[in-house]
């Protein structure tokens, strides 16, 4: 599976963003999704998770209330509705691939990772 995240940028506080993350290769619908973030000199956090038919999802704290996730198969892409933005939330956002079909937050989970997007939030 090959992933290429995009929708990143420059956003001030209370703002919104969508990130899109396009599938290609072995079947997508098949996998769990997730968006995984890391800010500068922190390591990688787990952001939000989606099972193979978009039937459970899962959130970390700091984006429940705030973060969708969600996906549309016949397109192969997976997206983060990200609203209320922070300068928190500023890191490189990745989208994974898991190995199961059901939600997960644990890294060790996924299996085919993209190259990531910026996302930067500040006034």
């Known amino acids: 599976v090959q992933l290429v995240e995009s929708g990143g940028g420059l956003g001030q506080p209370g703002e919104s963003l969508r990130l899109s993350c396009a599938a290609s290769?072995?079947?997508?619908?098949?996998?769990?999704m997730g968006w995984v973030r890391q800010a500068p000199g922190k390591e990688r956090e787990f952001v939000a998770t989606i099972s193979w038919n978009g039937g459970s999802t899962s959130y970390a704290d700091s984006g429940k209330g705030r973060f969708t996730i969600s996906r549309d198969n016949a397109k192969n892409t997976v997206y983060l509705q990200m609203n209320s933005l922070k300068p928190e939330d500023t890191a490189v956002y990745y989208c994974a691939a898991a190995v199961f079909r059901t939600i997960t937050d644990r890294s060790s989970h996924y299996n085919f990772w993209g190259q990531g997007t910026q996302v930067t939030v500040s006034s």
């Open positions: 290769g072995r079947t997508f619908s098949s996998n769990a």
